[in-house]
């Protein structure tokens, strides 16, 4: 039988008053936040693009916003702090602790805690019950920019300007493997919600996919000159990459081919996520806006 043929369909377009950081989807695909530097985080319905709350309280950009599995939201900003709220956007808690930029955190599928990482060079574990953070993990030698939980939650992944991937053990809150081999910064990570699989983007555009063990799995040119985001698919069969091009791609895991590419964004796309059900991808990017797009399979 001939390979299915996968597209990425315009479906709706969003926008804010200045770049936006990140895209994510809340955990029953009915609502996008996205995060902006105009400081400010959107809360959108899905089913019509309607703008249904704005998060305000932090006092730079922020670059990061996600939903904790009961509905509440985590945002992490340049203002060095991290803000909890409620699913319908009170704010609940405001931490600090980061002595430099935010530039990154991450959520796990489960729990209550949440990831931090920035330029101060350390990676904090925060518990949404306890209102601060659980752990202070150093180990990388320059600023941190990306980092994600593995589908267990047993791991965090960060990459930064040190070329490497680094592990953080969550339940030992302690260092793990370190994974080189890229020559140049590693701006975007990712993690395979199901298998055991990492992905690596960096600013020469080459994308690498690890096992934890460091053991290397694919090195591949992604056609984008700088990969700035990265995520899987729910069932873990995609992988979707934002590049400074503008430039969002799809590549299929088994065989690390590009499936899909559509021109989304103006220049660099900072955020991609997939809706749960795998149907819908949420590109952000610099030039202010965010972009829903339709996976097809036919």
């Known amino acids: 039988m001939p390979e299915a043929t996968i597209t990425l369909e315009a479906e709706r377009s ?13 955990n029953d695909g009915r609502q996008l936040a996205t995060a902006s530097l105009d ?10 693009g309607a703008l249904v709350g704005t ?10 916003v996600g939903y904790l599995k009961d509905g509440r939201i985590v945002t992490a900003s340049l203002d060095k702090t991290l803000k909890v709220w409620s699913a319908e956007g009170t704010l609940k808690a405001t931490l600090a602790g980061h002595a430099d930029y935010l530039s990154c955190a991450a959520v796990p599928r489960s729990g209550t ?15 949404a019950e306890a209102g601060g953070a659980v752990a202070v993990l150093s180990g990388h030698e320059a600023a941190i920019q990306s980092m994600a ?25 302690k260092a793990g493997a370190v994974l080189t081999g890229h020559n140049a910064v590693v701006e975007a990570v990712a993690c395979a919600p199901k298998d055991e699989l990492i992905a690596s983007g960096d600013a020469d555009g080459r994308i690498r996919l690890w096992k934890p063990d460091g053991k290397s799995v694919a090195n591949f040119e992604s056609g984008s000159p700088r990969i700035r985001s990265l995520a899987f698919s729910a069932d873990g ?7 400074a091009d503008g430039t969002v791609r799809l590549f299929a895991v088994a065989g690390h081919r590009e499936i899909a590419a559509v021109s989304a964004h103006k220049n660099t796309v900072y955020g991609v996520s997939f809706r749960p059900d795998g149907k819908l991808l949420a590109s952000a990017g610099f030039d202010r806006t965010i972009h829903l797009w339709r996976v097809t399979t036919a």
């Open 113 to 127: 805690l949440f990831a931090s990482g920035g330029f101060d060079k350390t990676v904090r574990i925060w518990d």
């Open 237 to 243: 069969q995609w992988l979707a990459a934002g590049g």
């Open 149 to 173: 939980f593995s589908g267990d939650a047993a791991f965090i992944v960060s990459g930064g300007n040190d070329r490497s991937v680094r592990l953080w053990d969550v339940q030992a809150k």
């Open 14 to 26: 969003l926008k804010h008053n200045n770049a936006v950081y990140w895209a994510a989807f809340s």
């Open 55 to 64: 998060l305000k309280g932090h006092g730079d950009g922020v670059a990061f």
């Open 39 to 48: 400081n400010t985080v959107k809360l959108w319905n899905i089913a019509d």
